[in-house]
């Protein structure tokens, strides 16, 4: 979905980590080595690393932004180029597919009707969008848990440390192309 964007990523990293699908990742790697495509990376291990790892990676990218995405999430093809121009936007903030306010019960997911339009919530997941440098801040603290919370505490501390909120991505209902879920 990534190589089909308007606007294509500088670089790619796939991550896998002890992952049920493995054979079939392995499969994908080797034809991704194949075809001598240099933007795309791949990183793959035997320990479960938990949520956080993508995160702790994350440190290492010399991009601009980061879009981190989780594998059950695949991005419409005009979803990079809508959310950096949103970015830019009086709305800068972290960004994200679905989430939630932590005073209600009510759960937020982009692409569905009550979503075509930008929501400020206290936490996202699914994909997360931000600026490279706001990664670091995340790990200022340290969690309440290793295992999950990664979502939480990204948001928590882009606010905390740098006042910056958290959005809900919108879609056009009318445009398929700009939902991040297909």
Same mark, same amino acid.
């Given at each position: 979905a990534f190589l089909k964007q308007s606007h294509p990523p500088i670089e790619i990293w796939v991550?896998?980590? *002890?992952? #049920?699908?493995? %054979?079939?990742?392995?499969?994908? &790697?080797?034809? +991704?080595?194949? *075809?001598?495509?240099?933007? +795309?990376? @791949?990183?793959?291990?035997?320990?479960?690393? *938990?949520?956080? !790892?993508? &995160?702790?990676? !994350?440190?290492?990218?010399?991009?601009?932004? +980061? +879009? %981190?995405?989780?594998?059950?999430?695949? #991005?419409? *093809? @005009?979803?990079v180029e809508s959310v950096f121009y949103m970015m830019h936007t009086d709305y800068h903030g972290l960004y994200g597919i679905k989430g939630n306010r932590y005073s209600e019960s009510k759960f937020y997911i982009s692409g569905h009707s009550q979503q075509d339009y930008l929501q400020q919530v206290d936490v996202v997941g699914g994909i997360w969008v931000a600026k490279s440098q706001w990664i670091k801040y995340m790990f200022y603290e340290e969690p309440i848990s290793w295992l999950t919370g990664e979502d939480s505490q990204f948001s928590y501390c882009l606010k905390k440390y740098l006042n910056l909120p958290t959005f809900i991505y919108p879609s056009d209902n009318n445009k398929p192309e700009t939902k991040p879920i297909n």
């Open positions: 991550c896998v980590f *002890s992952s #049920p699908n493995e %054979i079939e990742y392995k499969s994908l &790697f080797e034809q +991704i080595k194949a *075809s001598n495509v240099t933007h +795309i990376k @791949t990183i793959m291990g035997d320990p479960q690393l *938990s949520y956080w !790892a993508r &995160f702790q990676l !994350a440190l290492q990218v010399r991009t601009p932004y +980061i +879009i %981190i995405v989780d594998d059950d999430c695949v #991005p419409g *093809s @005009t979803f």
